[in-house]
T-cell receptor
Framework: DQQVKQNSPSLSVQEGRISILNCDYT??????FLWYKKYPAEGPTFLIS?????DKNEDGRFTVFLNKSAKHLSLHIVPSQPGDSAVYFC?????????????FGTGTRLKVLA | ETGVTQTPRHLVMGMTNKKSLKCEQH?????MYWYKQSAKKPLELMFV???????ENNSVPSRFSPECPNSSHLFLHLHTLQPEDSALYLC??????????????FGNGTRLTVT
């Protein structure tokens, strides 16, 4: 049973436009959400996070929105740039016996067209 | 050197071989993780070490054996693997605290092929 779902395996966006990546989760105990970006042959790199006590967090071109009632979060990238082309993973964490477990989605491949 | 370093980057091994993956973090973190990434699947948590103590074993087969000699080093010992164990193995670290959590910092992974 997948607790974190990214239902769109891929997304193509024109350069300069907005990219919206979506993520749904099922476990209401999750209290911290993260987005990671992954280029080929590299490990995932942390992009932005949001605590469950907030509904929005912004960092430059990247904004994450959290809708707890819908158990949904999204990552907005604006304006999108060709260098943003990568696989984006959504992750959620919950504390278990004093350790945080991070559960990942399957990823969405973003392609920004020049 | 900074961040999380994994060696080797690529490994091909037969089913009867014994090999080890190595991970080193230079971030001063107190928790280290092994994840497995297979094609079209989410990253799967395998093991968690917090202050060198294993706090999570996510039902991983015994042919995978982790070792954490100190908070900066993590190993994954492999023996009698199966072809379906071929995947990208990612090490990560984070700073765990009682009132906060920090993002995972990943290494670049070891691409393992079992023949």
């Amino acid at each position: 049973d997948q607790q974190v779902k990214q239902n769109s395996p891929s997304l193509s966006v024109q350069e300069g436009r907005i990219s919206i990546l979506n993520c749904d989760y099922t476990n209401s105990m999750f209290d911290y959400f993260l987005w990671y970006k992954k280029y080929p042959a590299e490990g995932p790199t942390f992009l932005i996070s949001i605590s469950s006590i907030k509904d929005k967090n912004e960092d430059g071109r990247f904004t994450v929105f959290l809708n707890k009632s819908a158990k949904h979060l999204s990552l907005h990238i604006v304006p999108s740039q060709p260098g943003d082309s990568a696989v984006y993973f959504c992750a959620a964490s919950v504390s278990s016996s004093g350790t945080y477990k991070y559960i990942f989605g399957t990823g969405t491949r973003l392609k920004v067209l020049a | 050197e900074t961040g999380v370093t994994q060696t080797p980057r690529h490994l091909v091994m037969g089913m009867t071989n014994k090999k080890s993956l190595k991970c080193e973090q230079h971030l001063g973190h107190n928790a280290m993780y092994w994840y497995k990434q297979s094609a079209k699947k989410p990253l799967e948590l395998m093991f968690v070490y917090n202050f060198k103590e294993q706090t999570e074993n996510n039902s991983v087969p015994s042919r995978f054996s982790p070792e954490c000699p100190n908070s900066s080093h993590l190993f994954l010992h492999l023996h009698t693997l199966q072809p379906e164990d071929s995947a990208l193995y990612l090490c990560a670290s984070s700073q765990e605290g009682s009132s906060y959590n920090s993002p995972l910092h990943f290494g670049n992974g070891t691409r393992l092929t079992v023949t």
